[in-house]
């Protein structure tokens, strides 16, 4: 079956641009997570949705970040503004349930803002 | 500030033999724990688990033990195989939120 798919796969913006990066999760699961992995460091949490309710949005670093998933299956991250600083990749993950258990990522958008 | 930490960035082994991976945490509201490989360009696939309530989880060439006093876990490959060659991230859940470590780059040499 299909797993958890990005795209674009990489996107390069000037500062200053808007981007918007899409990700479709395995059908049917109810959790999806949005992470930022900047080089040589590990994924860090941004926003995490329970179907299409965005139940945390802690990890979002400015209000410049924005993310939704409004029928519940595909989301979208949107960067407004971008800066240098954004340049990381970001990884979609869904999960079947609501808690703990396994978390199936997506193969992640690459972001380079010049 | 980092929550769960992989101390060394990378690790050769010769294929056949073991590779040791290790990961410490400091959160102790961590409940589960999980590892992850990654080959480049793709995204992290799930490796082994294991909850809190237990001291080690084996699957196939893969165990991790938990030991909760010292808030540290490892990961065991035996034996170690060319395509275990990857970067290897811990992560810890509380509720629904994972954290990961910096991730460690196994190269398993011929």
New interface residues.
């Given amino acids: 079956g299909a797993g958890v798919s990005q795209s674009p796969r990489y996107k390069v913006a000037k500062r200053g641009q808007d981007v918007a990066l899409r990700c479709d999760p395995i059908s049917g699961h109810v959790s999806l997570f949005w992470y930022q992995q900047a080089l040589g460091q590990g994924p860090e949490f941004l926003t995490y949705f329970q179907n299409e309710a965005q139940l945390d949005k802690s990890g979002l670093p400015s209000d410049r970040f924005f993310a939704e998933r409004p029928e519940g299956s595909v989301s979208t991250l949107k960067i407004q503004r971008t800066q240098q600083e954004d340049s990381a990749v970001y990884l979609c993950a869904s999960s079947q349930g609501t808690g703990i258990g396994e978390q199936y990522f997506g193969p992640g958008t690459r972001l380079t803002v010049t | 500030d980092q929550q ?1 930490k ?1 101390n060394s ?1 990378s690790l050769s082994v010769q294929e056949g033999r073991i590779s040791i991976l290790n990961c410490d945490y400091t959160n102790s509201m961590f ?2 724990f ?1 590892w ?1 490989k990654k080959y480049p ?6 490796l082994i ?1 294991i909850s809190s309530i237990k001291d080690k989880n084996e699957d196939g060439r893969f165990t991790v033990f938990l030991n909760k006093s010292a808030k540290h876990l490892s990961l065991h490959i035996v034996p170690s195989q060319p395509g275990d060659s990857a970067v290897y ?1 811990c ?1 810890a ?1 509380n ?9 460690t780059t196994v190269t398993v040499r011929a």
């Fill in positions: 769960v992989q960035p409940d589960y999980l992850y360009a793709e995204g992290p696939t799930f688990s991230f992560a859940f509720d629904y939120k994972l954290s990961f470590g910096a991730g």
